[in-house]
C-alpha cells in the first residue's frame, strides 16, 4: 500500500456540471476525512468517515456536496451544480483509530470554468 | 470560536534555524501537529504534540505549551528543500478527531 490515493488530480468542469472525486484510503485506516484548501489557506474540514457511517458534516458543506462510504473502503464526494465557488484543492486523508497522524492524498484539484 | 494564528511568510538562509510560531485558541484540544507542504502537493506529517515539551525529530523539533495556547516548530540546518508552507493544526477531541488548520507559513530558503 502507497499511501492515500485520490483520482482525478486534475478536473476542469463547466458551471452547473456534477462531478465525483474518489480516495482509496490506506488499508487498514477505519477514519477518512475529505478537507478543502484554496489557495493560500490551510485545508478546511468537510466531512469524516468511520467505516462507512458518516459522522460529522461541516456547515461548509451545502446540500449540492454529498459524500459516500458504502464499504468502509473507498469513499466518494460528489459536487451537483458546480459554482465558481467550488474551485479548490480537495484532500482526502485518513488515519488508524488510535494513530497519532492523518495521511494525506495528493488531492483532486477542482477548476470550474 | 476558533482561531489558529501564524505568520503568513517567512524568510531564511541556507544552513540556518528559524522557528515558526503558533497560536491557538479552540474549544477542545486533543494534540497539535505541525504539516509541510510543497506547492501543488498534500500536507506530509512532521510533528505532534499532545503534553506540553519539545519533540525533536532529527532537523525538526516542536515545542507545546497548552496553558498558553502557543507552539513552534524549529527546523535547523536549514536546506533548499525545507521551503515550503508549514501548516500547524490543532485535533479536536472527541469522535470526530478533525484537525483544524492554521492558513499556513510560507517559508522561503535563500542560498
Known sequence: DTGVSQNPRHKIT????????????????????????????GPEFLTYFQNEAQLEKSRLLSDRFSAERPKGSFSTLEIQRTEQGDSAMYLCASSLEVGAEAFFGQGTRLTVV | GQNIDQPTEMTATEGAIVQINCTYQTSG???LFWYQQHAGEAPTFLSYNVLDGLEEKGRFSSFLSRSKGYSYLLL??????????????????????????????LLAVQP
Request: hydrophobic share 30%.
Open chain 1, 14 to 41: 463547466k458551471r452547473g456540471q456534477n462531478v465525483t472525486f474518489r480516495c482509496d484510503p490506506i488499508s487498514e485506516h477505519n477514519r477518512l476525512y475529505w478537507y478543502r484548501q484554496t489557495l493560500g489557506q
Open chain 2, 76 to 105: 535547523k540546518e536549514l536546506q533548499m528543500k525545507d521551503s515550503a508552507s508549514y501548516l500547524c493544526a490543532v485535533r479536536k477531541g472527541g469522535a470526530t478527531n478533525k484537525l483544524i488548520f492554521g492558513t499556513g507559513t
Open chain 2, 29 to 31: 484540544f486533543n494534540g
